[in-house]
């Protein structure tokens, strides 16, 4: 049996190794089939992948109980996908239909599933740190064990807001499992730049929270880590925080050529660190999967896509009219 490489505790099992890459994968393709309707003209706005970073996503997502709840961010659609949204439903969000999860009014960072736990993506950078807080001190006063997972990146912890939120979490003991995506640029501004400290993990020791640092392109490595840390917040043990390396295969948005990423660095990232081609060589050579097998499950993967992407277009668009009534009822409410 396969396990994880460095706490010989927690055991993967072979159903769950082979489910962590159909599910890196499925985000891989979400990503690359949105961006062909993005280019296309069906889907509109900002859209920032999550592609190089599907890792993260599944091997925390893996880690938790369906009752948990994840916060996200901008480049949030991996989140959803790992923690069981419908891709069909997602897909007719992307595409602004009546379909989608919030009725095509949220689109790409603004989706939401609140009874699947997916607590919203967030068009403000560090937006999602305090809502985890929050949600984690609720989970506690109604005295479950339920645990709140709060998913931002290198640039949002340079944010005020996180500095508050975490010391907040620390002094109140609260359940939040802190999961910082260092894919070492915010926009063009990469973390050397406004961080003498290459550990970011280090500003969480400093509030007294538990931290570590690993490769995030690692998915086994991630879901132990996520264990540990989610076990600790769901015994009263304090919140954790994990900061995972990786790296965005392209800019910051789908606009972004991204040529300010330095052409050895993207090489390196897109190659051999891989977090996909990296489980899959695992899984061939630990004996759990063939290369055909594989290909089986990719194959699977793309007649779902097939399916959500359908399912998408045939879903209406919203009415002009519809969108001016909801509009006339916020203004009352102000
Ligand atoms: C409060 C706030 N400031 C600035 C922006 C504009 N903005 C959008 S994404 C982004 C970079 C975020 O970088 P990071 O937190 O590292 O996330 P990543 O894009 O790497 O996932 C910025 C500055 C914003 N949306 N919200
Ligand atoms: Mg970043």
Not at 146 to 172: K, P, Q, T
Request: proline fraction near 3%; charged fraction near 25%; include cysteine.
């Amino acid at each position: 049996m396969l396990q994880v490489n460095v706490n010989q505790e927690i055991v993967l099992s072979p159903e769950k190794a082979i489910e962590m890459y159909r599910r890196m994968m499925t985000i891989r393709r979400f990503e690359q089939r949105s961006i062909e309707l993005y280019r296309e003209g069906s889907i509109r706005g900002y859209f920032h992948p999550y592609l190089g970073e599907e890792a993260i996503a599944v091997g925390v997502c893996e880690a938790l109980r369906n009752d948990d709840a994840i916060v996200s961010t901008h480049r949030g659609h991996g989140h959803c996908i790992a923690k069981g949204m419908d891709l069909g439903r997602m897909m007719a969000e992307l595409l602004g239909r009546e379909g989608g999860y919030c009725r095509g009014r949220g689109g790409s960072m603004h989706i939401a599933d609140v009874s699947g736990g997916v607590l919203g993506a967030n068009g403000i950078v560090g937006g999602g740190i305090p809502i985890a807080i929050g949600v984690a001190k609720g989970f506690r006063l109604f005295g479950t064990d339920r645990i709140a997972v709060c998913f931002f990146s290198d640039g949002a912890s340079n944010n005020g807001v996180f500095a508050e939120s975490i010391n907040m979490a620390a002094i109140w003991n609260l359940p939040v499992l802190f999961v910082l995506e260092n894919n070492h640029y915010a926009v063009s501004t990469r973390i050397d730049e406004t961080s003498m400290s290459a550990a970011l993990a280090d500003r969480a020791t400093a509030y007294g929270i538990q931290a570590e640092t690993i490769n995030g392109n690692e998915v086994d490595l991630v879901y132990e880590t996520a264990t540990r840390g989610a076990g600790l917040c769901r015994k009263g043990g304090g919140p954790f925080l994990m900061e995972c390396k990786t790296y965005r295969h392209g800019g910051h948005h789908v606009n972004d050529p991204g040529s300010y990423m330095p052409k050895d660095e993207m090489d390196f990232w897109r190659g051999k660190n891989d977090p996909i081609d990296r489980w899959r060589s695992r899984l061939i050579s630990s004996g759990l999967a063939e290369g055909e097998d594989l290909n089986r499950i990719d194959g699977e993967v793309e007649s779902l896509l097939d399916e959500a992407v359908e399912f998408a277009k045939r879903s209406p668009e919203p009415s002009v009219e519809e969108f001016l009534a909801e509009l006339e009822a916020s203004r009352c409410h102000e």
